[in-house]
């Protein structure tokens, strides 16, 4: 079997200015197997594939594919050689169905209803439920994650590359994703698997080759391994564990009644009469398939979007008229998703991107003067107090990676000891040093006295940080259940697993 | 094989070194365009650049400079706020007629009245219809999302027609001899906008340019205003997180953009003008444009800009009086700077990379 291997990697090195991307590295995938790279974030994983993918070329070293030597020059003699690769993020066009997206990926499409077959037939084989007919802007992350499979295995792959999958998926869309997987690997195709969450790694992979730095430092069976011993492997130590202690639930502090809103864009999603309750050294956990109203959900807790008189109220006070300015004066601050672009300006230094938020509460604006000193101060401030990664606040916020970022947006607002903090995704596409650092910080400030929500799509996080867990599905919020005893399939069907589990009518 | 390739960073250098090759640009290709048309080029250049400053008319030309810059620079200043938060207000011509049709109201109502406060008001009342008319664009696209670029362009040809309506109808001199246009507000010293100090150029115009430079540099770099309005231009989602209504927004930009090219348009009429003709729009808000984006936007840079190009238009015409060179010129002129500077600041934005084919 060894020796029939789909792929080998032989001390392949790729540098960047400043970095050395990949160094040495070795490894090996034989046919049916399911592989997992796994790595933290910057640990290489992505330029590895990348230069699998024929999107950027090795420095030195050599890869062989099914026996021939393998320097793909671009994508295209990637996916000739028999490469095919899904992308965490998905590039399919909204307003065309799923047969067009898929005919607009293929070098030499069919004729349109030889491809509808196909794809009928593929999704049949492999219980990838999915209408050709349908238009893209009406399915689910999980199902567009299915177009894109759909697209690659149209092409008969010998390996699949699968670039952090589940990120995005339920539960449930996750396990129908790995018997995808593995009735591939069972017909002989490799797959390669990339990502950092290690349960999944452990139930699911066959093997794992671990990259920190750039190099390979192990590689095992990873069912062999408890999560701990693979996360140690991971970051080159031991994992500090997460101190949850020292909170309890005080007075109600924010309170959000019969919250409806229409949907703000065409492809945005309307909330309806969401409701709920924070108390005092509480962190509640928000959970849900992204488009589900989250984006939304924090719109109109920051103010960002106004609503009806009576539907959010911070102490007792009606903050549902008041824009993001007079909500933060009062205490209730948030943190959106998306770091470059709506909760810091990628071109604007550290020090600037202080002027966000912390304006009023951090006296860095009086009667509207900027006092430059005191925001730079500020920014100094965060950058110590949680470890921010930079030359100085001086920085422009876009050269920052993601962790460093979010770390410093984060600590913008924890800094101002908010009432109220709500954060969106606070640890997504963050290394694990970064993602515990950032936790750690909303147990504190929870522990401090004040109310936190926590909307994630990420499970784990959902059921380590909070103390009572909420789905949101379809702009709708379930009624709130202590996180104690949940079980992830309980979860699930709370976030409306069930969600495409019906094979589609083709 | 050579291809672009984009730049992570700008270097701070190249930030100005643009606009300087933009003109030098300007200058060969211009010159290029006068050899073919049978011109010495070198004379011609020297024409338009150097003698209205330094020439044998120069001390003529000197304060005409001014005369010509300070609309230029009040109006720049203004249009640069609003390009700065990605508001785009290409009407300013057309509000500078609007204020200087409001402005002259003023006076031709308090006619002959000789009170002090006549000026002062016609400022006042110059600024109020060029924000109205700036205002127009700004409540259409906030109430129905109307392209603010093009109902302020639409604007301007709407403004044209009511000034020719004036200068024919309402406001045309009724001591004129059927003459269109309006009486000459220089002739009636509480209404006129004289130069202050002889031989300079400068008017009221030249301090309010000069105050619109110090002020929009204080808001941009000082205020939380200026802030929010970067941080709009640059990234509209996080500035809608930091506060700012972006209705509010566009309000406040075509507002002060319409006000300072409505205050430009009065220091003209009760100056270096005189009257409400029909011809009252000369192109000052158009070239502003250029003198916008020459100046990156920059409160400084802007007052440069603005000097170079009221140099071209001193010099254009000198060009015509001495070699006979077509009007055309100036415009021509503006136009290659513009062309180039925008050629040009692809450079801001990428570097040249030769590609090694495989």
Known sequence: ?506 | MIRLVPRSDTPALLQVATPVMAVLATMIAGGILFAIMGYDPVAAIKTIFWDPLFGLAASYSRPQLLVKAAPLILIASGLAVGFRAGIWNIGAEGQYIIGAITGAAVALAAYPAPEMWIFPAMVIAGAAGGWAWGMIPALLRNWFGASEILVSLMLVYVAQRIAAWMAFGPMRNPEGFGMPGSRNLQQYPAASNPELIAGTGAHWGVVAAAAAVLATWFLMSRHIRGFHIRAAGTAPRAARFAGVRPETLVAFCLGLSGALAGMAGLFEVAGPAGQITDKVGVGYGFTAIIVAFLGRLHPVGILLAGLLLALTYIGGELAQLTMNLPAATVQVFQGMLLFFLLGFDLLTRYRIARRVTA
Not at chain 1, 129 to 157: F, Y
Not at chain 1, 175 to 184: H, I, V
Not at chain 1, 436 to 441: D, E, I, K, M, Y
Request: net charge neutral; aromatic share 4%; charged share 20%.
């Open chain 1, 1 to 506: 079997m060894i020796d029939a291997a789909v792929f080998q990697a032989k001390g392949i090195g790729k540098s960047y200015p400043g970095v050395r991307a990949n160094d040495g590295v070795s490894f090996t995938v034989a046919p049916g197997e399911i592989h997992a790279l796994l790595g933290e974030n910057g640990a290489g994983k992505s330029t590895l594939v990348k230069m699998i993918y024929g999107l950027v070329r090795p420095d030195d070293g050599e890869m062989v594919l099914n026996g021939q030597p393998h320097h793909p020059a671009d994508p295209r003699a990637a996916r000739a050689a028999g490469v095919a690769m899904v992308f965490q993020h998905f590039s399919l066009f909204d307003a065309l169905t799923v047969a067009e997206n898929i005919a607009l990926g293929m070098e030499n499409p069919p004729p349109r209803r030889e491809l509808s077959d196909r794809i009928a037939q593929v999704s049949q084989d492999f219980g990838l439920p999915l209408n050709p007919a349908r238009r893209v802007v009406t399915l689910s992350a999980g199902e567009r994650q299915r177009v894109e499979i759909i697209r690659c295995l149209l092409q008969n792959p010998r390996l699949l590359i699968m670039d952090e999958p589940t990120s995005v998926l339920t539960p449930q869309e996750a396990e129908l994703l790995f018997a995808t997987l593995r009735k591939l690997a069972d017909q002989g195709t490799a797959i390669l698997y990339i990502s950092h969450k290690l349960e999944e790694i452990r139930t699911h992979c066959d093997r794992a080759t671990i990259l920190r730095g750039g190099r390979v430092v192990d590689s095992c069976d990873p069912r062999e391994h408890s999560a701990r011993t693979l996360a140690a492997m991971m970051v080159g130590g031991e994992m500090r564990p997460i101190d949850r202690s020292g909170r309890q639930a005080g007075d109600v502090l924010l309170q959000v009644r019969a919250l409806s809103q229409p949907a703000p864009t065409a492809e945005g999603t309307a909330l309806k009469s969401v409701a709920l309750t924070l108390r005092a050294g509480e962190i509640l956990g928000i959970g849900g398939v992204a488009g589900n109203g989250q984006d939304e959900l924090l719109a109109a807790l920051s103010g960002e979007i106004r609503s009806a008189p009576g539907t959010i109220l911070l102490e007792g006070a009606d903050l549902s008229r008041h824009g993001p300015e007079a909500r933060r004066s009062a205490g209730l601050l948030a943190a959106p998703e998306d770091r470059l672009g709506h909760a810091a300006v990628p071109d604007f230094s550290l020090t600037d991107n202080t002027l966000l938020t912390a304006g009023a509460r951090k006296g860095l604006v009086r009667k509207g003067m900027i006092d430059r000193a005191a925001a730079r101060a500020f920014a100094e401030a965060v950058i110590r107090a949680f470890d921010v990664r930079t030359p100085g606040p001086g920085t422009a916020a876009k050269a920052l990676s993601g962790g460093n970022l979010q770390k410093f947006v984060i600590g913008r607002e924890v800094m101002q000891a908010p009432r109220v903090l709500v954060v969106n995704q606070p640890t997504w596409g963050v290394d694990a040093g970064a993602a515990a650092a950032v936790r750690q910080s909303l147990l504190d400030l929870a522990r401090s006295g004040a109310g936190v929500i926590v909307i994630s799509q990420d499970l784990d996080e959902l059921l380590e940080l909070s103390d009572r867990f909420c789905a949101l599905n379809e702009g709708r919020l379930s009624a709130p259940r202590p996180t104690d005893g949940l079980t992830l399939d309980q979860i699930g069907l709370m976030l409306g697993g069930a969600h495409g589990m019906e094979v589609a009518h083709l």
